[in-house]
């Protein structure tokens, strides 16, 4: 594929809507309609450029690691109930470490104890895409409070393996929590 150009076509709070052109192998020439948390991508450069990660995805076990925390929480997009992981912006001038422990607890009332991993950038939706999230992975603990957020409807939980095997059966997931529970709960 060759790149041609990209377009600027609306503004949002959270989101950009571009239009990229380029030229597939064939000769043809196409659109491609994509999002961004970045609201001055003005070419190729820009489009995949190193900034750092826009948001944190937070995976936490309670401290012996019997359980997984899990939000199942109302999106909009869907228009139902979704079981995720605790995730949101990584704000200016945070750390993905900060941000996680912010998210987590604005989100679950939870205290992260301890960070175990990192896992670095990937793409969250590159199908539509260029947004980037870096994992942190550890242990929390405290007691479940509502969010803080009047936007968000979020039920948190603790569930053991057995107990995700029987929700990837029966209920809808984010695809990252979904892969990692499952490979979780059949170790």
Not at 61 to 90: C, Y
Not at 152 to 172: C, D, P, S
Request: aromatic share 12%; charged share 30%; hydrophobic share 40%.
């Amino acid at each position: 594929m060759k790149f041609k150009g990209i377009q600027k076509l609306d503004n949002g709070k959270f989101l950009n809507r571009y239009n990229l052109s380029y030229e597939t192998e064939d000769g043809n020439e196409k659109i491609y309609e994509m999002v961004s948390r970045d609201p001055d991508i003005r070419d190729f450069e820009t489009l995949h450029g190193v900034e750092p990660a826009d948001a944190v995805v937070v995976i936490v076990h309670n401290g012996d690691q019997s359980k997984i925390l899990i939000n199942k929480e109302f999106r909009m997009a869907p228009g139902r109930w979704v079981f995720n992981f605790p995730a949101g912006l990584i704000d200016p001038g945070e750390t993905p470490e900060v941000a996680a422990a912010r998210e987590l607890w604005e989100e679950t009332g939870l205290h992260l104890d301890a960070i175990d991993d990192f896992i670095p950038a990937s793409y969250s939706a590159v199908g539509f895409s260029n947004e980037k999230n870096v994992i942190v992975l550890g242990r929390a603990s405290g007691e479940f409070a509502k969010s803080t957020s009047a936007t968000e409807e979020i039920h948190a939980a603790w569930y053991t393996k057995a107990e995700i095997r029987e929700l990837l059966k029966t209920e809808m997931f984010a695809a990252r929590t979904q892969m990692y529970c499952y490979l979780w709960s059949r170790e």
